[in-house]
Nanobody, 116 residues
Framework: QVQVVESGGGLVQAGGSLRLTCTASGRTFTTYFMGWSRQAPGKEREDVAGINLSDDTTYNDDVKGRFTVSRDSAKNTVYLQMNSLKPEDTAVYYC??????????WGQGTQVTVSS
């Protein structure tokens, strides 16, 4: 059994910052990719950022230069630093851990609300 828990969401004014944290625990597994996705009301879930074991990162064009993804593999934890937040960043943010066996574990989501 694997548990994935996100934290750090909340309400912030436009231009502000938040840091999301996501930790996986439970059954031991080897992760090769950790990432963040988001889903706004009435929209499909979209990828936001990701990082692999080589520390190669990928970003959605809408967040490049504002968001930074990082990881601490020893703690099975991935972070998302979000700066210069915009109202359009409002969404439920989900983290995921992808194993070498191509199994994906998702967190339950954390709400991020950016007021104008």
């Amino acid at each position: 059994q694997v548990q994935v828990v996100e934290s750090g969401g909340g309400l912030v004014q436009a231009g502000g910052s938040l840091r999301l944290t996501c930790t996986a625990s439970g059954r031991t597994f080897t992760t090769y990719f950790m990432g963040w996705s988001r889903q706004a009301p009435g929209k499909e879930r979209e990828d936001v950022a990701g990082i692999n074991l080589s520390d190669d990162t990928t970003y959605n064009d809408d967040v490049k230069g504002r968001f930074t993804v990082s990881r601490d593999s020893a703690k099975n934890t991935v972070y998302l630093q979000m700066n210069s937040l915009k109202p359009e960043d409002t969404a439920v943010y989900y983290c995921k851990f992808v194993t070498y066996g191509a199994t994906t574990y998702w967190g339950q989501g954390t709400q991020v609300t950016v007021s104008s």
